[in-house]
């Protein structure tokens, strides 16, 4: 417990952004597909490493979402991409995860985007702030309990515009995706060397401390609604992120800071979209211009 004190700790001091500066910087939802700005948008670099943790653009737009990439990796030392729910709209799910591996394998990305599909990097650079970080990373697809499934597939877009995508599909991936990233907490907890824990996933793992958001229509309705979401991914806060093991979880989608084991750190809404195409105030791409409101650790 104590090595866990210290390494929240630690990672803690990179949140509060230290004279160095702050080591990773996190962005999320930006939706890129929206006016397609894969090629124009931009935001400042602050750090040597970049988490997109989802909801970058689709990954049926390749060549656009590749252009994107390309831009980032002339700026970050690395970048870590988590797949979000967005990614892959418009193809199905086996195709979009053949897209992501083979943009990680893409020559003009120089070997520096690591896709985190239930995946674990390790740091065994020279950076002291970041000696000894591990990083675990899934979308984390949220839990549908039995009772709402049927009203969540009928109401949420993920089962519109993903191919063969079903609410009892959409639950298994979440179990899959959960027990993984237990049994890689425990590993790493099990090692002889001790090892300060990030946590990347799209969705998040608990709703406790999010912002509630008003929308219009049975789908806002339904995201305030815990059985929604959160049923289930509460487990992997009560036994993966509440006991040993994680120093900071990263997620985005919701509104604010959601408290998650020891630290907790959420950048859900990006970069407003040009004259906001139709979109509400606070709905998808929203937030500050430019990006200045990306989150550090």
Same mark, same amino acid.
């Given at each position: 417990?104590?090595?866990?004190?210290?390494?929240?700790?630690?990672?803690?001091?990179?949140?509060?952004?230290?004279?160095?500066?702050?080591?990773?910087? +996190?962005?999320?939802?930006?939706?890129?597909?929206?006016?397609?700005?894969?090629?124009?948008?931009?935001?400042?670099?602050?750090?040597?490493?970049?988490?997109?943790?989802?909801?970058?653009?689709?990954?049926?737009?390749?060549?656009?979402?590749?252009?994107?990439?390309?831009?980032?990796?002339?700026?970050?030392?690395?970048?870590?991409?988590?797949?979000?729910?967005?990614?892959?709209?418009?193809?199905?799910?086996?195709?979009?995860?053949?897209?992501?591996?083979?943009?990680?394998?893409?020559?003009?990305?120089?070997?520096?985007?690591?896709?985190?599909?239930?995946?674990?990097?390790?740091?065994?650079?020279?950076?002291?702030?970041?000696?000894?970080?591990?990083?675990?990373?899934?979308?984390?697809?949220?839990?549908?309990?039995?009772?709402?499934?049927?009203?969540?597939?009928?109401?949420?877009?993920?089962?519109?515009? +993903?191919?063969?995508?079903?609410?009892?599909?959409?639950?298994?991936?979440?179990?899959?995706?959960?027990?993984?990233?237990?049994?890689?907490?425990?590993?790493?907890?099990?090692?002889?060397?001790?090892?300060?824990?990030?946590? $990347?996933?799209?969705?998040?793992?608990?709703?406790?401390?999010?912002?509630?958001?008003?929308?219009?229509?049975?789908?806002?309705?339904?995201?305030?609604?815990?059985?929604?979401?959160?049923?289930? $991914?509460? $487990?992997?806060?009560?036994?993966?992120?509440?006991?040993?093991?994680?120093?900071?979880?990263?997620?985005?989608?919701?509104?604010?800071?959601?408290?998650?084991?020891?630290?907790?750190?959420?950048?859900p809404e990006g970069v407003r979209a040009p004259e906001q195409h139709g979109r509400e105030e606070g709905e998808g791409a929203a937030g500050g211009q430019g990006g200045e409101e990306?989150?550090?650790?």
């Amino acid at each position: 417990m104590d090595f866990l004190q210290g390494a929240t700790r630690r990672l803690t001091s990179l949140l509060q952004q230290p004279p160095t500066g702050p080591r990773l910087q +996190i962005l999320s939802d930006v939706h890129l597909e929206v006016g397609e700005q894969y090629r124009t948008f931009t935001f400042p670099a602050t750090a040597p490493f970049l988490i997109l943790a989802g909801d970058t653009g689709y990954l049926s737009h390749y060549d656009g979402y590749l252009a994107f990439l390309k831009a980032q990796v002339t700026r970050f030392e690395r970048v870590f991409l988590v797949l979000g729910n967005h990614e892959f709209y418009k193809g199905s799910y086996e195709e979009t995860i053949e897209a992501a591996q083979r943009l990680e394998r893409e020559p003009a990305l120089q070997g520096k985007v690591v896709l985190l599909h239930r995946r674990r990097w390790d740091y065994d650079g020279d950076d002291e702030n970041l000696r000894g970080l591990t990083i675990l990373g899934c979308t984390l697809w949220s839990a549908l309990p039995d009772d709402s499934r049927e009203m969540v597939q009928l109401a949420v877009s993920d089962f519109k515009h +993903i191919r063969d995508w079903t609410a009892q599909r959409h639950h298994d991936t979440h179990l899959e995706e959960a027990a993984w990233l237990r049994g890689e907490v425990e590993r790493v907890a099990g090692e002889e060397k001790r090892r300060q824990v990030l946590v $990347v996933t799209h969705h998040a793992p608990s709703r406790r401390g999010s912002r509630t958001r008003t929308r219009r229509g049975a789908r806002g309705s339904m995201l305030t609604r815990p059985s929604w979401w959160t049923e289930g $991914v509460v $487990v992997v806060v009560g036994e993966v992120a509440g006991g040993e093991g994680v120093g900071v979880w990263a997620h985005a989608l919701l509104g604010r800071l959601c408290a998650a084991g020891d630290q907790g750190v959420c950048e859900p809404e990006g970069v407003r979209a040009p004259e906001q195409h139709g979109r509400e105030e606070g709905e998808g791409a929203a937030g500050g211009q430019g990006g200045e409101e990306a989150a550090w650790v």
